[in-house]
């Protein structure tokens, strides 16, 4: 397989983000694929956030991953930075081939890059597949996340 | 007990909020209440940012409550905003008064006013009051919160 990018998403990206965040169990219910109109101004607002990082992996000219780091500051833990991780998906051609592990990876750098001293995100308690990929790559199950639809 | 005030932190409130990060079994052992010096840079940051609340519960002009309320753009649920509560604390004197109740409705209804669609929060897996509280405000237990040190 071709070289690997790592690059800011641009607006042209948005179709081929979307439609990996559909091509999944939990997102197929949540996402529309037919109309991208309610996420022009979501991306707009990512984009002019100097603490959001929506990024695409690209090989060969074809986008074939997501993510979202996102730069939280904060008091606790002596005014330590963190960073929370979003929104990860792998094109389904590309699952198995080391993306998964190769993203996480460089969001983890970015994070340090970028002066965080602590990295989190959460995973669906259904996703176990998920929760031992995280484990492997050194993350730790410890908290419990709660969410509330509004 | 007299009114409930909730409002923007001030500089003049980090002592106050840095006593109640430390003032708890998780954070006794990560803060620094004898140097300030390393929140004034975090606090300017926050300050600073549109998406961060860094809010103070005040009664009687006593701090007696802190949270962190970020609001997080993104492409997923249809370019949906949600918000993550982090780093709340309730003054030890104050417990049991009801005050995280209304704390975290104010979140609640503070990330409703900033057109988020979900609210999410993580809490340390050893914290089962804290569960049955989130659980009873009407947070569904639905994610695993992984987090890594850097």
Redo the contacts between chains.
């Keep these: 397989m071709g070289d690997l990018e790592i690059r800011p998403a641009a607006a042209d990206d948005?179709p081929a983000?979307?439609a990996m965040?559909a091509d999944d169990p939990l997102?197929a219910q949540?996402?529309?694929l037919d109309d991208l109109s309610?996420?022009?101004?979501?991306?707009e607002?990512?984009a002019a956030?100097p603490?959001?990082h929506?990024v695409v992996a690209v090989r060969e000219g074809r986008v074939v991953g997501t993510l979202?780091l996102?730069i939280?500051?904060?008091?606790?833990?002596?005014?330590?930075?963190r960073s929370?991780i979003?929104?990860v998906r792998v094109h389904a051609d590309e699952r198995g081939s080391g993306l998964g592990t190769r993203f996480i990876e460089w969001a983890?750098d970015e994070?340090?890059r970028q002066g965080?001293?602590?990295?989190?995100?959460?995973?669906?308690?259904t996703r176990t597949d998920a929760?031992r990929f995280?484990?492997r790559?050194?993350?730790?199950?410890?908290?419990?996340?709660?969410?509330?639809?509004?």
């Design positions: 948005i983000i979307v965040l997102g949540r996402e529309s309610p996420y022009l101004p979501a991306f607002r990512l956030d603490n959001q929506l979202q996102t939280v500051p904060g008091l606790s833990r002596k005014g330590a930075t929370i979003e929104a983890v994070s340090r965080c001293q602590l990295v989190q995100l959460t995973s669906d308690a929760h995280y484990e790559l050194g993350f730790t199950a410890s908290h419990v996340g709660f969410k509330m639809q509004l």
